[in-house]
């Protein structure tokens, strides 16, 4: 990945995303993007917002959407994202202005999605990497996407990785292994929040 962005850089787009959210809640208005930052965050990049609720210190989700291409400049795609993830999330109600207190933010900056090409459906495990790829799978009008975290923190192999992008997108688990399904795989610069509204840290994948 050629794209890099500092830790100030990762710091300053999951306060925005933070900002943006508590602004929408208390008035229903979406902030204007920031003009004086960096070239980097005025690059069109694929962009995801993660809202997760701390309860008793475990994380559990609480919104999560985002563009997988770059349609946006980055500030404004993580305005954008953000208060998508905390108002329009379908599995989940909208969020609460009281539940920012409970919450922590994590912010995926997103390379362009590359289409995995192979000569057998089988190939494609060897063609992923956990800890470091993202999937997107693609047939017909369904498609799903995957953050590379994803299979990380529920301990997925290759395989269990495939099967749970398709359900994502609405297709039986071995989709994958049909002619015509399309998987595209994209790498993530993450940086979370460590506790609700408190430092911000970049994450580093590691397959267990």
Known sequence: ??????????????????????ENLKDGKIISPPKEV???LLEKRGVFVTINSVING?????????????????????IEAAVESATRDPRFPPMKIHELDHVIFEVSVLTEPELIEVNSPMEYPSRIKIGEDGLIVERGFY??????????????????????????AGLPPDG????GTKIYKFQAIIFEETSPN???????LKKE
């Open 1 to 22: 990945m050629k794209f890099n962005l500092s830790d100030e850089e990762g710091a300053f787009l999951v306060k925005l995303a933070r900002r943006a959210v508590l």
């Open 38 to 40: 960096s070239s980097n």
């Open 58 to 78: 475990e994380k559990a989700l609480r919104g999560c959407i985002g563009f997988p291409y770059p349609i946006y400049p980055l500030v404004r795609g993580v």
């Open 143 to 168: 498609r799903g996407l995957l953050l590379p975290q994803v299979p990380v923190e529920w301990g997925w192999d290759e395989e269990e990785f495939l099967c749970q992008c398709c359900l994502k």
């Open 176 to 179: 994958w292994l049909l002619k």
């Open 198 to 204: 408190g430092p911000v840290t970049r994450k580093t």
